[in-house]
Nanobody, 121 residues
Framework: QVRLVESGGGLVQPGGSLRLSCQAS????????MGWYRQAPGKQREMVAI???????NYADSVKGRFTISRDNAKNTVYLQMNSLKPEDTAVYYC???????????????WGQGTQVTVSS
């Protein structure tokens, strides 16, 4: 089995910064893409940032220039550095990783449990 554990959410003032982490563990054979989505109250889940196994990253227009996604393949971990946070960034943030297990060798998406980010003065 594969498990994703997120950390780093919390309450921050407008203009502040937070760093989210998401580490995968379990019977992992290979990891392709990693990414972050978010869901605000009353809204649909939206893509925030994606970092593929190869190639360039992709960001939502609303976070370009403020958020940075990165990954540490040795640690099976994806990060989201969030700077210049705004109240509209308030949401539950979910990470995902596209993982092939050592049992099936087929890629599928695994999701974290979600972490709350609240931007408020």
């Amino acid at each position: 089995q594969v498990r994703l554990v997120e950390s780093g959410g919390g309450l921050v003032q407008p203009g502040g910064s937070l760093r989210l982490s998401c580490q995968a563990s379990g019977s992992i054979f290979s990891i392709d893409a990693m990414g972050w989505y978010r869901q605000a109250p009353g809204k649909q889940r939206e893509m925030v940032a994606i970092i593929p196994g190869g190639g360039s990253t992709n960001y939502a227009d609303s976070v370009k220039g403020r958020f940075t996604i990165s990954r540490d393949n040795a640690k099976n971990t994806v990060y989201l550095q969030m700077n210049s946070l705004k109240p509209e960034d308030t949401a539950v943030y979910y990470c995902y990783q596209r993982i092939a297990t050592s049992r099936s060798f087929q890629f599928r998406d695994y999701w974290g449990q979600g972490t709350q980010v609240t931007v408020s003065s």
